[in-house]
């Protein structure tokens, strides 16, 4: 069984713009990045601050997404009762008061858990975005409106961390306490500006039809998109992060800039990759971008282990980023066919985050066990590996987009 996404696409001559409510959530997106890289450089030694050692802190980190990943299935249950936007102005304002309570935690145990508590706000407004996107994209431009959103919060992510660096040498303290007003800034945005009628049900309809997990199951793009999701988070959410800084400091140089530089020009490809897929994808489908953006990105990562020098570090990062931003904004947008604007995807999309989180939780831990027992090329060979068999489901699974199955004859599944 397929879920296809029933409403037509926009004429071409009314399809190029961006909705202002679109625009608000990408503004909110900007704020919560830039907000959450405040406090990236200073949470390990925060935590250390306590007296623990390095896998006491980083059990902090691991918190946040281990609550994200099991408090998932209820966001998605309260995004099909309560509405998209109730539950987004919600998560904002419990990871808010959370990172304002963890700049106060008196002893490791309290900063524990006001950061695991971050974690169920956190899932709240992440799905809660997605499915606003969902419902406020025009068909036509999904995949530019998923590389705008993806874009404001790549933009956050890097600038973050230079200026939480910069706070932090006034006080470890002090980035959580201006995190924390900078997502009560962000759930402001969206409480003032996103409040057209575009987003309340029809008239005679309280809440809109869920589309529940077993429901998208039967559509060959969500399961396939189950694969690719769990890849990514592996690979570039969490091997990426968690690995190639010790990668970059041990076998290339050791040197700390030769690690941000690494992740600096993935960032740079990864928003070339946005860029290329958010406008063409639109065009000629989904999974063109899908499968190639996974088979690049696969290829270049298993071939990171075998980078022993500055330029070829810089290569393969810059190639694995296109991959990656070439991926993700097809696939969000071929998620938000399955869904459609006339359903409630709450659950569906919350399960495919799960797949997302679940990878990178897994994935560090995989890897450090290779580097520890093998090598560092045998990790990144294996997270290469599991990027590439991504792509196997996406090239039996429907193309989603109307506009391509109508050019190219794609039917069924």
């Known amino acids: 069984m397929t879920v296809p996404d029933q409403t037509p696409p926009t004429p071409h001559g ?3 713009r961006i909705p202002g409510e679109v625009w608000v959530l990408v503004a909110a997106a900007f704020v919560i990045a830039i907000g959450f890289g405040l406090i990236t450089p200073v949470l390990p030694s925060f935590a250390q601050g306590f007296g623990v050692g390095a896998l006491a802190s980083s059990v902090v980190v691991s918190a946040f997404a281990f609550f994200r990943l099991v408090f998932a299935p209820a966001g998605g ?24 309570a963890t700049a106060f935690a008196q002893n490791y145990w309290q900063l524990l858990v006001f950061r695991g508590l971050g974690g169920i706000g956190s899932t709240m407004f992440t799905v809660s975005a997605v499915a606003l996107l969902v419902r406020l994209a ?17 933009l956050g992510g890097v600038g973050g961390p230079v200026v939480g660096g910069l706070l932090g040498g006034l ?10 007003v900078a997502l009560l800034l962000a759930a402001g945005i969206v409480a003032v500006f ?46 990426r992060n968690a690995i190639l800084p010790l990668f970059a400091t041990a076998v290339v140089g050791r040197e700390p800039w030769v690690a941000g530089m690494a992740l600096a020009v993935f960032a740079a490809g990864n928003a070339a990759g946005l860029v290329l897929a958010g406008r063409q994808s639109d065009r000629v489908g989904r999974r063109p971008f899908i499968i190639a953006g ?30 990656a931003g070439a991926l993700n904004p097809a696939q969000q947008a ?26 990178s939780i897994i994935g560090p831990i995989v890897a450090g066990l290779l580097v520890d027992r093998g090598s560092y090329a045998l990790a990144f060979g294996v997270t290469g590996a599991i990027t590439l068999l991504a792509a196997v489901p996406w090239l039996r699974a429907r193309e989603t987009h109307v506009v391509s199955r109508a050019v190219r004859g794609v039917r069924g599944r």
């Open 334 to 359: 071929s998620l938000a066919d399955v869904v459609g604007r006339e359903r409630n995807g709450g659950p569906a999309l919350a399960a495919f985050q799960m797949s997302s989180d679940l990878g």
């Open 171 to 180: 006080g470890l303290r002090v980035p959580f306490l201006v995190y924390a």
């Open 294 to 323: 996974l088979v690049v990105s696969g290829i270049a990562t298993a071939v990171t282990g075998f980078a022993h020098d500055l330029p070829m570090l810089v290569v393969v990062s810059v190639v694995a980023g296109i991959g």
């Open 138 to 154: 025009p068909p036509g431009i999904r995949a530019r409106v998923s590389s705008a959103y993806a874009t404001a919060f790549l």
């Open 194 to 239: 996103l409040q057209r009628a575009s987003l309340r049900p029809a008239p005679g309809s309280p809440t809109l039809p869920a589309l529940t997990v077993r429901e998208a199951w039967g559509d060959s793009a969500y399961r396939a998109a189950f694969g690719s999701g769990f890849a990514n988070g592996w690979a570039n959410f969490g091997v």
């Open 77 to 100: 249950r309260l995004i099909a009762r309560l509405g998209e936007r109730p539950v987004y102005l919600a998560g904002l304002v419990i990871v808010a008061l959370s990172t304002g």
């Open 14 to 16: 009314a399809r190029d």
